[in-house]
């Protein structure tokens, strides 16, 4: 407990607000014990009501219709008391239609559990999550999840399978969308933030959802990038890069996990004890629901780990898998298999609490029923269309501005619009859209029609091609547009299809003919800016040597198009930065900033070094990377400490000022190097960020403070240690360059700085 006491107070008066605080602590945890303790009781009290068929009942989950509605079966399950929960059914017609018949009609009265993808928004959609986390912005990623939670019960719905907080370091595997890129400690921010938007403090209450940490564990490592293919990784590797978002979302209070659909080292996460009982029951001490994805369960045959349904059932529910998604081997042969032992009654209870327990947490028995007013009266709020806004503009990320082609000046009289993208309302949306409508959405085209709407300025769009691009018979109505013009605005990009769950890609170029479209507008010699509109990094050489400008937007969501304009034409400055890098061919994946050192580093005129003969090592835009429409200086790098013992903390200063024209926003990075430790370390850590906003000319100092955790690893024996030794530390705007220090630990010495 900390505690911020003025100076002046009396140290009397100072032990009695200690005395109070620690009262009312020690009462707040005795009021949660004794909740916990209740809830524990009716768990009891039912379990030792519950016929084994009912049981099993808690732990299957089915499909509704793709509309939102519940299957015809449902209800007479739900009167058998058989069916624990649904994925998609929404809307509170539908939810309370069939909530009423489980709490009214069944023997134990026990409520249905309501899941649905409620990804990066219910019916306000927000950029996706990798476009989210590359506005760098806790609270933004926390709104936002709020917001959606806030729609998402509003229609009934209880339960989100999100935040998905796999890295991601193959932008191959196209539910690289899905995630927040390819660091851990960004990532656990962002798993924290999104389960915090999601919850709240209690997840009972009718703004609030729980949260399903997914896919556990190393989904997003799967070989070539192909979804749902193997992941073959060591244990270090798992637990340094792909395991800390879990911990950090099961530490943020998420109250249910959900497996993976790939292998792990040989075992399906669906059925691998090592991550679901090792790791996340015993060591985590997480007492939450764990939910299998969809039909991983009966795919363990297919896996070849199991002969048949009964046999997935038996090693899935042993494993720890509570709820089964669709498919029905645990109703099926549950009964069979704890009478010949193979399941215990004791694993069919566990699984059972961990369901009636989330159950109770979100209130459900107490509330099982949604209020139709204020479905109506919380859907698509006017503030939470500005807020997708306003989270979009941030999530944007200016690659290149060459002699400040952006942003337009607003006295430009003919704008050329080229791109079947800007105006395709099915594509504002992407593969995991909620109950998002594309008619709500801001296509591009409008956004900038909207912006200019009081100017005399005049908009003409052409397509150059259609979305799939495969054809150049428009390209000279492009051309002549952008003749006609004083300046052109390209979109181009994926469509929402190629881009999240099962849309690898082995080619991660501009998809069709869209690059030899924007090179003949290029041979018009007319100013240009090009806007990406995609899910995942793309490899646009081409575009970062000859186009003037290139913004990333991502798929954007509802208010996209809006958000777009306001960054286009100037109104909002753009501060995204990668949480990703952008590789300059597929042969360089996977690659990320923070791999490990080589013993043969790159030396340009030694061929026995690491490294291509027919590409440079380097990405095309690294991670952290992103510009501005102001030019930041970052300096004065200060430690205040040279030398710490392990248990000791060091504070790092920088000054950080705007030297440019225009208001804006920068995200200043930390990142750490341990030069020599028992087991080889990356060439650099992110281990803070700061995102601040300075008005021109303006100057502040920036800390941040490297905590003995920070400095910590897993030495070979796979134990968290801290060692002696030296660290070198890096502040800039990236993970490339930036001002240099170092310090030692445990160890007297001088510290260097390289301004």
């Given at each position: 407990?900390?505690?911020?006491?003025?100076?002046?107070?009396?140290?009397?008066?100072?032990?009695?607000?200690?005395?109070?605080?620690?009262?009312?602590?020690?009462?707040?945890?005795?009021?949660?014990?004794?909740?916990?303790?209740?809830?524990?009781?009716?768990?009891?009290f039912l379990l030792a009501r519950m016929t084994l068929a009912e049981k099993l009942g808690q732990l299957q989950q089915l499909d509704g219709e793709s509309?939102?509605?519940?299957?015809?079966?449902?209800?007479?399950?739900?009167?058998?008391?058989?069916?624990?929960?649904?994925?998609?059914?929404?809307?509170?017609?539908?939810?309370?239609?069939?909530?009423?018949?489980?709490?009214?009609?069944?023997?134990?009265?026990?409520?249905?559990?309501?899941?649905?993808?409620?990804?990066?928004?219910?019916?306000?959609?927000?950029?996706?999550?990798?476009?989210?986390?590359?506005?760098?912005?806790?609270?933004?990623?926390?709104?936002?999840?709020?917001?959606?939670?806030?729609?998402?019960?509003?229609?009934?719905?209880?339960?989100?399978?999100?935040?998905?907080?796999?890295?991601?370091?193959?932008?191959?595997?196209?539910?690289?969308?899905?995630?927040?890129?390819?660091?851990?400690?960004?990532?656990?921010?962002?798993?924290?933030?999104?389960?915090?938007?999601?919850?709240?403090?209690?997840?009972?209450?009718?703004?609030?959802?729980?949260?399903?940490?997914?896919?556990?564990?190393?989904?997003?490592?799967?070989?070539?990038?192909?979804?749902?293919?193997?992941?073959?990784?060591?244990?270090?590797?798992?637990?340094?890069?792909?395991?800390?978002?879990?911990?950090?979302?099961?530490?943020?209070?998420?109250?249910?996990?959900?497996?993976?659909?790939?292998?792990?080292?040989?075992?399906?996460?669906?059925?691998?004890?090592?991550?679901?009982?090792?790791?996340?029951?015993?060591?985590?001490?997480?007492?939450?629901?764990?939910?299998?994805?969809?039909?991983?369960?009966?795919?363990?045959?297919?896996?070849?780990?199991?002969?048949?349904?009964?046999?997935?059932?038996?090693?899935?529910?042993?494993?720890?898998?509570?709820?089964?998604?669709?498919?029905?081997?645990?109703?099926?042969?549950?009964?069979?298999?704890?009478?010949?032992?193979?399941?215990?009654?004791?694993?069919?209870?566990?699984?059972?609490?961990?369901?009636?327990?989330?159950?109770?947490?979100?209130?459900?028995?107490?509330?099982?029923?949604?209020?139709?007013?204020?479905?109506?009266?919380?859907?698509?709020?006017?503030?939470?269309?500005?807020?997708?806004?306003?989270?979009?503009?941030?999530?944007?990320?200016?690659?290149?501005?060459?002699?400040?082609?952006?942003?337009?000046?607003?006295?430009?009289?003919?704008?050329?619009?080229?791109?079947?993208?800007?105006?395709?309302?099915?594509?504002?949306?992407?593969?995991?859209?909620?109950?998002?409508?594309?008619?709500?959405?801001?296509?591009?085209?409008?956004?900038?029609?909207?912006?200019?709407?009081?100017?005399?300025?005049?908009?003409?769009?052409?397509?150059?091609?259609?979305?799939?691009?495969?054809?150049?018979?428009?390209?000279?109505?492009?051309?002549?547009?952008?003749?006609?013009?004083?300046?052109?605005?390209?979109?181009?990009?994926?469509?929402?299809?190629?881009?999240?769950?099962?849309?690898?890609?082995?080619?991660?170029?501009?998809?069709?003919?869209?690059?030899?479209?924007?090179?003949?507008?290029?041979?018009?010699?007319?100013?240009?800016?090009?806007?990406?509109?995609?899910?995942?990094?793309?490899?646009?050489?081409?575009?970062?040597?000859?186009?003037?400008?290139?913004?990333?937007?991502?798929?954007?969501?509802?208010?996209?198009?809006?958000?777009?304009?306001?960054?286009?034409?100037?109104?909002?400055?753009?501060?995204?930065?990668?949480?990703?890098?952008?590789?300059?061919?597929?042969?360089?994946?996977?690659?990320?900033?923070?791999?490990?050192?080589?013993?043969?580093?790159?030396?340009?005129?030694?061929?026995?070094?690491?490294?291509?003969?027919?590409?440079?090592?380097?990405?095309?835009?690294?991670?952290g990377f992103g510009l501005s429409y102001t030019q930041f200086k970052i300096d004065n790098l200060r430690l205040d400490k040279t030398q710490i013992k392990?248990?000791?903390?060091?504070?790092?200063?920088?000054?950080?000022?705007?030297?440019?024209?225009?208001?804006?926003?920068?995200?200043?990075?930390?990142?750490?190097?341990?030069?020599?430790?028992?087991?080889?370390?990356?060439?650099?850590?992110?281990?803070?960020?700061?995102?601040?906003?300075?008005?021109?000319?303006?100057?502040?100092?920036?800390?941040?403070?490297?905590?003995?955790?920070?400095?910590?690893?897993?030495?070979?024996?796979?134990?968290?240690?801290?060692?002696?030794?030296?660290?070198?530390?890096?502040?800039?705007?990236?993970?490339?360059?930036?001002?240099?220090?170092?310090?030692?630990?445990?160890?007297?010495?001088?510290?260097?700085?390289?301004?």
């Amino acid at each position: 407990m900390r505690l911020a006491i003025k100076r002046n107070l009396s140290p009397l008066l100072v032990c009695l607000i200690i005395f109070n605080a620690s009262v009312a602590f020690a009462q707040k945890s005795v009021r949660a014990n004794r909740q916990s303790a209740t809830v524990e009781q009716k768990i009891n009290f039912l379990l030792a009501r519950m016929t084994l068929a009912e049981k099993l009942g808690q732990l299957q989950q089915l499909d509704g219709e793709s509309d939102g509605r519940f299957r015809p079966e449902h209800l007479e399950l739900a009167r058998k008391g058989l069916l624990g929960s649904t994925l998609n059914v929404r809307g509170v017609k539908q939810t309370n239609e069939l909530q009423r018949v489980a709490v009214e009609q069944s023997r134990l009265k026990i409520p249905i559990l309501f899941g649905f993808d409620v990804i990066h928004g219910y019916r306000t959609l927000f950029p996706i999550p990798l476009g989210e986390t590359a506005s760098w912005d806790l609270q933004a990623a926390e709104k936002s999840a709020h917001i959606a939670a806030q729609e998402a019960r509003s229609a009934g719905v209880h339960w989100t399978f999100a935040p998905m907080v796999d890295i991601a370091r193959d932008p191959r595997w196209g539910r690289i969308m899905e995630s927040a890129g390819e660091d851990a400690f960004l990532g656990a921010a962002m798993a924290k933030a999104r389960v915090q938007g999601f919850q709240g403090g209690d997840y009972s209450q009718i703004d609030r959802v729980m949260a399903c940490a997914k896919h556990f564990a190393a989904y997003g490592a799967a070989e070539g990038g192909r979804d749902y293919n193997t992941v073959d990784m060591s244990e270090r590797t798992l637990r340094e890069v792909y395991l800390p978002p879990f911990e950090a979302a099961k530490n943020a209070g998420a109250g249910s996990f959900m497996t993976s659909f790939n292998t792990l080292n040989g075992v399906p996460a669906t059925a691998n004890s090592f991550l679901l009982r090792q790791i996340l029951r015993s060591e985590w001490k997480f007492d939450g629901l764990v939910v299998s994805d969809y039909t991983s369960v009966a795919e363990l045959i297919k896996h070849g780990v199991a002969r048949d349904g009964s046999e997935a059932a038996q090693i899935s529910l042993n494993a720890g898998t509570d709820m089964e998604m669709v498919s029905r081997f645990y109703n099926q042969s549950g009964a069979e298999l704890v009478k010949s032992g193979k399941v215990s009654i004791k694993t069919i209870n566990d699984a059972v609490r961990n369901v009636l327990r989330v159950k109770f947490r979100l209130g459900l028995f107490e509330r099982p029923y949604a209020d139709e007013n204020l479905e109506k009266n919380t859907i698509k709020k006017p503030e939470f269309l500005q807020t997708a806004r306003e989270i979009a503009a941030k999530s944007f990320v200016l690659l290149k501005n060459e002699k400040e082609t952006l942003p337009i000046n607003k006295n430009v009289r003919k704008i050329a619009v080229i791109g079947a993208l800007a105006d395709d309302k099915a594509n504002t949306l992407d593969w995991w859209a909620g109950d998002a409508k594309a008619e709500d959405s801001v296509t591009i085209l409008q956004g900038i029609r909207e912006k200019v709407a009081a100017l005399p300025t005049k908009i003409r769009f052409e397509k150059g091609c259609e979305l799939n691009c495969d054809s150049e018979k428009d390209f000279g109505k492009a051309v002549d547009a952008a003749k006609d013009s004083d300046f052109t605005i390209i979109v181009a990009g994926e469509t929402r299809d190629i881009s999240g769950e099962a849309a690898s890609r082995t080619n991660l170029d501009l998809p069709g003919k869209q690059l030899d479209l924007i090179k003949v507008i290029h041979q018009t010699g007319k100013p240009y800016a090009v806007v990406l509109k995609n899910g995942r990094p793309l490899t646009i050489n081409w575009l970062a040597e000859n186009s003037p400008a290139i913004l990333e937007t991502w798929h954007s969501g509802t208010m996209g198009g809006a958000a777009i304009a306001d960054v286009l034409f100037g109104d909002v400055n753009p501060s995204g930065k990668l949480p990703v890098t952008f590789p300059r061919n597929v042969g360089q994946i996977p690659l990320f900033y923070n791999a490990l050192p080589t013993g043969r580093p790159l030396e340009t005129e030694n061929r026995y070094t690491s490294k291509y003969i027919d590409s440079p090592n380097t990405p095309l835009y690294p991670f952290g990377f992103g510009l501005s429409y102001t030019q930041f200086k970052i300096d004065n790098l200060r430690l205040d400490k040279t030398q710490i013992k392990r248990n000791e903390n060091v504070k790092i200063s920088v000054d950080v000022e705007n030297v440019g024209k225009r208001d804006g926003v920068e995200v200043v990075q930390l990142y750490v190097r341990d030069l020599v430790a028992s087991v080889s370390r990356p060439v650099k850590e992110l281990k803070g960020f700061r995102r601040i906003s300075l008005r021109a000319g303006e100057k502040r100092t920036v800390e941040m403070t490297l905590t003995p955790k920070d400095l910590s690893f897993l030495n070979q024996k796979l134990q968290p240690t801290n060692e002696d030794g030296d660290f070198q530390v890096f502040v800039g705007n990236s993970s490339e360059g930036g001002l240099e220090g170092t310090f030692k630990v445990g160890q007297t010495a001088v510290a260097e700085k390289k301004n």
